[in-house]
């Protein structure tokens, strides 16, 4: 795990995030617990601390800066919680809903949030087209990671993020690797 964790400070060092002990110490329990649970459910494809640092937590890292201090963020379709447990980690004056409609996976989600004690975000188990009442209030950033197809999430995310008339929307998208 230490070569993950100074994989994590040098990458995001490089992209002008700063990692507090608090960061690192989070950051090394959602990957224990994502190492963890892969074993049993099918999360990500990958299957150390490094490669999943290198190609999933750093790459969620670069959404960051659209996040500031008290922004709402929905992570529609959270999965294996990129990018939302990432950015909650690194934004801990924002919060973050993971929506996850798959039961096994949002447990994982909540499994995560207890490990971690990230305070700033929750679970939400359903589907984006059943959250209106969650997300009544709007959000400032939305993503999702590779859900749907461009026309539907266009639509989709458009819905939620102007329910309060602010606010951006974007399909985030890993990179190559």
Not at 54 to 76: E, I, K, M, T, Y
């Amino acid at each position: 795990m230490p070569a993950a964790l100074d994989e994590l400070v040098r990458g995001a060092t490089e992209l002008g995030e700063s990692v507090s002990d608090a960061a690192l110490s989070q950051c090394r329990a959602y990957l224990d617990t994502l190492l963890l649970w892969r074993q049993r459910v099918s999360l990500t494809g990958a299957s150390t601390a490094v490669e999943l640092v290198r190609f999933h937590v750093l790459d969620a890292l670069h959404v960051a800066q659209f996040v500031g201090p008290g922004s709402r963020v929905a992570d529609l379709g959270s999965g294996a919680g990129f990018p939302g447990v990432p950015l909650a980690i690194a934004r801990p004056a924002a919060t973050v809903v993971l929506v996850e409609p798959r039961r096994k996976r949002a447990n994982f989600l909540r499994d995560v949030l207890r490990a971690a004690r990230l305070n700033n975000a929750a679970v939400e188990e359903a589907r984006v087209e059943d959250l209106h009442a969650v997300l009544a209030g709007g959000c400032d950033v939305v993503v999702s990671r590779a859900v749907w197809g461009l026309g539907c999430a266009r639509g989709t995310l458009a819905r939620v993020k102007t329910q309060n008339g602010r606010g951006s929307a974007g399909l985030w998208r890993a990179r190559a690797g």
